[in-house]
Every structure is written in C-alpha cells, then in structure tokens.
C-alpha cells in the first residue's frame, strides 16, 4: 500500500514537474548550441530563461511537496486518505521519500541539463581531452575508492538533512494545524521555534562536551552527522505522528 500512496504522489506532482525539467534539458541543449555558435542575441535570452525554469522547479518543488502534505492529509483529501488501510506512520514515511525522490530528481534534472550544455557547448576536441584525461587518472589510481566513499558520505548527509529539514516543515505544518485560525501563521511560527530549539540543544551539547569531545577524538564524521539528522528527523515525524493520530482535526 505503501508504494501505491508513493505512485499517486508521484502522478499528482509529475505531471507539473515532468515536463518543467524536460523544458530545461531542452532549452541547456538550445543554450549550447546557441554558444557553440556564437549566437549572441539569442545566447542571452535562452540564459535569462535556463536561470528562470531553474529557479521555478525549485520554487514549485517545494511548494508542491508542503501543498501535497498539507491538502492530502490535512485537508479535504484527508477524510479519504485517513480512511484507508494505511497507518498514520505510514502516511508519513510516505511523504518524506515522495520528497525526497522528487528533490533528488530536481538535483539530477539540474545536473544533465548541465552536462547537456556542455556537451553541445564545448568543441569535441576539449571534451575528448577532457575524457582522456579522467580515464588517465583511473588508470593512474588518481581518483580512489576513498575518493568516491567521501563523494558517497557527503551525498548521505545530504540526504540526511533533507530529510530532517522536510520533517520539521511538516512538523511545524502539524503544529500549526491545531491553531483555530491563522495556521499558516502557526506554522510559520513552529518552524522558528524550532529552529531556534535546534540551535540551543547543539549549543548546550556543545558545551557539554558531548559532541565536540567526540569529533576532536576522531574528526568530523560524515556518518555521524547523518546520524544526528536522522535522529532530528525521527522526533520530528514522531511528533507529527502524534498530533495526526490523536488531535486531528479536519474540520
């Protein structure tokens, strides 16, 4: 049931933002050709509207990932969603990896738009010296399996974060929802709160010696940051959980 819940997200935000990065891969090759030409009049339209479609996906993926959470579960939508055979934690698991899918998908959109550009922009003689190049320092042992395990440790941090930063906004959306009127304000207001909670735990951990003692034992530590965002991640869903499952209030 699970991937079902995950399947209907991914249609309803789909359709909006599948064809916004297909627009944007489409104009990085327009964008590319138009350098490898010297097109200048064109060359600046096309990247006033590579910077713009850019900045939109980013703008409507998060809006579309706090309007999902908010109308499905805490909306309309919710009488029908809360009447499945699906558990309140469930609902929530489901939509942290809906976002987190769609805000890795924006990453790697944004990212073959720019190989894209590349592609068609520089001369084929750069880029078969610049392939050349990268397999020498394979063949070489320049580019290690230490190299790609940090590469691997900062994507999970990344990820890490992603996912406590996502579940403080639906959180903060929860809290806000229990206010009678002025929610979106409520929500606004849960969300510095806890901002600022999550700065004075760290600063009073800090001074405890508590994390600072262990990271001058051993250095900073990918993995432990990312334990400490999924920790975050886990008492903030824990909380939404809380207030979905025993004050929801559709009304």
Same mark, same amino acid.
């Given at each position: 049931?699970?991937?079902?819940?995950?399947?209907?997200?991914?249609?309803?935000?789909?359709?909006?933002?599948?064809?916004?990065?297909?627009?944007?891969?489409?104009?990085?090759?327009?964008?590319?050709?138009?350098?490898?030409?010297?097109?200048?009049?064109?060359?600046?339209?096309?990247?006033?509207?590579?910077?713009?479609?850019?900045?939109?996906?980013?703008?409507?993926?998060?809006?579309?990932?706090?309007?999902?959470?908010?109308?499905?579960?805490?909306?309309?939508?919710?009488?029908?969603?809360?009447?499945?055979? @699906?558990?309140?934690?469930?609902?929530?698991?489901?939509?942290?990896?809906?976002?987190?899918?769609?805000?890795?998908?924006?990453?790697?959109?944004?990212?073959?738009?720019?190989?894209?550009?590349?592609?068609?922009?520089?001369?084929?003689?750069?880029?078969?010296?610049?392939?050349?190049?990268?397999?020498?320092?394979?063949?070489?042992?320049?580019?290690?399996?230490?190299?790609?395990?940090?590469?691997?440790?900062?994507?999970? @941090?990344?990820?890490?974060?992603? @996912?406590?930063?996502?579940?403080?906004?639906?959180?903060?959306?929860?809290?806000?929802?229990?206010?009678?009127?002025?929610?979106?304000?409520?929500?606004?207001?849960?969300?510095?709160?806890?901002?600022?909670?999550?700065?004075? @735990?760290?600063?009073?951990?800090?001074?405890?010696?508590?994390?600072?003692?262990?990271?001058?034992?051993?250095?900073?530590?990918?993995?432990?940051?990312?334990?400490?965002?999924?920790?975050?991640?886990?008492?903030?869903?824990?909380?939404?959980?809380?207030?979905?499952?025993?004050?929801?209030?559709?009304?």
């Amino acid at each position: 049931m699970l991937g079902k819940l995950i399947k209907y997200d991914f249609l309803a935000i789909g359709r909006l933002l599948l064809p916004l990065y297909a627009a944007l891969i489409a104009v990085s090759l327009l964008l590319g050709i138009t350098v490898r030409m010297n097109l200048q009049n064109g060359m600046a339209v096309l990247i006033i509207i590579y910077t713009l479609i850019i900045t939109a996906g980013m703008v409507m993926t998060a809006y579309l990932l706090v309007e999902r959470f908010y109308h499905n579960l805490l909306g309309n939508e919710g009488y029908l969603m809360f009447a499945l055979p @699906v558990t309140t934690a469930d609902h929530i698991v489901e939509k942290l990896l809906s976002a987190l899918i769609w805000t890795a998908i924006g990453i790697v959109a944004v990212l073959l738009s720019g190989i894209c550009l590349a592609l068609t922009a520089a001369p084929w003689s750069d880029l078969m010296k610049g392939f050349s190049e990268f397999f020498r320092m394979i063949s070489n042992g320049e580019i290690r399996g230490e190299d790609v395990g940090q590469i691997l440790e900062i994507l999970a @941090v990344l990820a890490a974060g992603m @996912v406590a930063f996502l579940a403080k906004v639906y959180c903060s959306i929860a809290v806000g929802h229990l206010w009678r009127e002025h929610r979106i304000l409520g929500s606004i207001l849960a969300f510095i709160g806890f901002s600022i909670l999550e700065v004075w @735990v760290s600063i009073g951990a800090g001074r405890a010696g508590i994390i600072t003692g262990y990271l001058l034992d051993t250095g900073f530590n990918f993995w432990l940051s990312a334990g400490q965002c999924l920790i975050l991640a886990a008492v903030y869903s824990a909380g939404t959980w809380f207030i979905l499952d025993r004050h929801l209030n559709l009304e």
